[in-house]
C-alpha cells in the first residue's frame, strides 16, 4: 500500500482573502469559548465572548445547524442573519468604539459519527460527528461563532463526560476530571487560521523534551485503548522529528505536539498536533514517513502560513523536507525511486491535466497532489542544486525568522533565496510557478570527435515550446566511469561541445532524474495511475451480465471517481488510454482479437487476479485487470485503487501478492 493514498495530510486550514495579514504576532480577534458537548447526545452548548481590537466591518458566522440562544455586540442584540450553504452570517459594522465585544451563546447537535467513511470521502466532509468512539468537529463545519477571514487568538474551556478526553490545537493550560467529568482549557495565543476539536475515550501519554533554546515541550499521544501500547514508540519519534527541524531550520514554535487518534481514516496536521486514523497509526512506516511530515507542518503551513490565493507552498516544502529527506537520508537509490514515482505520476497524466503550482490550495483529486505536492518539491531539489545546500538551507532559515506566525507567498520564499544567494531567481520561480505542464528535452545528436588534446563530444539538445531555461544534467560515459556535465539549455535547439581527454563511449540525458521534466514514452512505462487520473480513458467491461458485470463495474468506477466512458468489447480502442475488465479467459480472447500482447509471464497464471499496463502500438496505453471469478473481481474493489504506482499487480483475493512497475529506459546516445 502506498502512504501518499491513505494518509496525506490536509492542513485544516482556512482561505484568507488576500491584503489580509498578520502583520503582528497580535491577533486582532480573540475568542473566549467554553463548551459542554455530550459525544453520546451528540450535543453542544457553548458562549464565547469575542474580543475585536479592529474597527472594520466583521462578518460573524455559524454552521445552520446551530442556534443561538443570546447574541449581542457591545450593548446591542445581534441583527439578522444570512444564510450560504451551511453556513449563518451576520453582518457588523464597522465602529470607532475598541475594543468591540461580541457574546454569542449557541447550541445544537452533531451528526453521527461514520467510521465506513474512506479516507477521500472523510477528507472532502466538513460536518461535526460525534460518538462514544470519537468526535471530531472541523473548524470549516462552523460548530463555534467566529469572524470570517480573519486570524485570531483562542482560550478555550472543554467539558467532556467523565471518560472522555478532548483536545484543540494549544497549550494545554490546565484539567481535572472528577464525578462531573473532565475539564480542560487550552490557549492559543498567536493569531491562527480556527479550532478543530476532537475528543474520545482517549488513553493519554505524555512526556517533555527541552527545545533547542531551554523551553519545555509536552509530548502527549491521545490514543484509543486499543492502540495504547504504541505510544511510547510514537513520543520518541516526535522527538526526533522536533529535534532533526530545529537544527534545520529553528526553533519549534510552540509548546506541545500531540499524536491524535480517530475512529475514521483521517489524516490532517494542525498546529501543535495530528490527527490520524487508527488503522493508519497501527501502520509500520507511519512513524517513519508521515508522522514527520506533520511535525514539519507546525513550521511550514501552520507556523507560516501559505498565501492561498497565490499558491499553497507549505505541501512542497514540507514534502522536500520530510518524506524526500527521509529518502535521501536512506541512500541516494531511494531518493532517485521518489523522484522517478514523482516523474512517472506526472507522465501518466494527460497533457492540459495540470495546473500551474500558483492555482494549488490543497489536495482535491490526483492530478493536483502531482503538481502541488511532487512537483513543488522537485522544484524546491531544482532549486538547492541551483545553490548549494548551504545557501538553500541559509534562505529556510531568514524565510522562518520573518514570517513566523504570519502569511507568505511564494514570492517571499523567492525573496528570501535572491537575497541569500545574490542571484536573481525571477525565471525559475516563474518558469516553475506560473505555467502548467513540464518541459520536454532530448538528445536530438552526439558525436564524437578527435581532438589535439583528446576528444570532443558535442550534443545537441532540444526542448518543446514553450521554452524553458533549464541546468540538463547530462552524462558522458568512459570506460573509468562516468562524468557528470550541467549543460545550461536556453532555446529549442542548442549545441554543447565538451573537451574530454578519456574515449567517450555514451551520452546520457539527466540519468540521475534531477530535472522536473515530461518524461519521454521509454523514460516512463505505463502504470496503473494514468487510467486513474486520465479523464479521456475509456472502459471496456467484458462480463456482459450477473456478478461478474455488477463487480466489473463497481472496480471501474471505483478506479476512476467519475462517470465512465463505456466502449464495446467488440468496438476498436479510441487513441486514448484505455481500461479494460474482465474474467481470464474474456481477457485473453479479448487481447487476441485486437491483436495486443498476451499476458505478460511475470503475471501468468498467478494469484486469484492480475492487473497490468501495456503501451499499444498506437500509442496509447491499456491497463488490463482480469480474475478468475466474480468473486477474484470483487475482492479488488478496495485494494486496487492504492497500486496507482505500479505497472503489474498480483492479488489473492484482497491481498497483492507481487507488483512491480516495468524497467524504464533512460535516453542515451552511444558515441561512434
Ligand atoms: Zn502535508
Known sequence: MEVCRIVTCILLSFLVSTGTSAETAHAEINYDITVRIDPVARTIEGRSVITATTSEELTLMLGRRFETTHARVDAAPLGPSASTGGMRAWRIAGSQHMPRRIVVHW???????????????????????????????????????????????????????????????????????????????FEFLSPTGGIDFMAGPYKVETTAMRGVSGKSIQLRTYFHPQIADLAPAYLNSVKGYIELYESWIGEYPFTEFSVVSSPTPTGFGMPTLTYLGIEVLRLPFIRSTSLGHEVLHNWWGNGVYPDYARGNWSEGLTTFMADYAYKERESPDAAREMRRGWLRDFAALAPGQDAPLTTFTSRTHGASQIVGYNKAAMTFLMLRDLLGRESFDRALHAFWREHRFRIASWADLQRAFQAVSRQDLYMFFDQWLTRAGAPVVRIAEAGRTKSDSGYRVTV???????????????????????????????????????????????????????????????????????IMVDRTTTTVLLPERGEARSAAETLAGKLQNRDLKLVSATDALPPVPALVIGLQEQVDGWLAQHKLPRRPDIVQGKGSAQAWTVSRPDGGMLAVVSARDAASLKALTRPLPHYGRQSYVVFDGAKAISRGAWPTRVQAIKLE
Open 107 to 185: 447550541r445544537g447537535e452533531f451528526s453521527a459519527l461514520d467510521t465506513s467513511l474512506d479516507h477521500p470521502q472523510t477528507l472532502g466532509r466538513d460536518i461535526p460527528a460525534s460518538s462514544d468512539d470519537g468526535t471530531f468537529l472541523p473548524d470549516s463545519s462552523g460548530w463555534y461563532p467566529y469572524i470570517a477571514g480573519k486570524l485570531a487568538s483562542y482560550r478555550l474551556n472543554i467539558e467532556l463526560p467523565r471518560g472522555q478526553r478532548g483536545i484543540v490545537p494549544g497549550r494545554l493550560v490546565e484539567e481535572s476530571e472528577s464525578d462531573e467529568g473532565y475539564r480542560a482549557r
Open 460 to 530: 545537441i539538445l532540444e526542448q518543446n515550446a514553450p521554452i524553458y531555461r533549464l541546468r540538463v544534467p547530462v552524462a558522458i560515459r568512459t570506460e573509468g566511469g562516468e562524468e557528470l556535465h550541467m549543460l545550461d539549455l536556453e532555446s529549442d535547439h542548442q549545441t554543447f561541445t565538451v573537451d574530454m581527454r578519456v574515449r567517450p563511449l555514451e551520452v546520457t540525458l539527466d540519468p540521475d532524474l534531477r530535472l522536473f521534466r515530461r518524461l519521454m514514452p521509454d523514460e516512463a512505462p505505463p502504470i496503473l495511475r494514468q
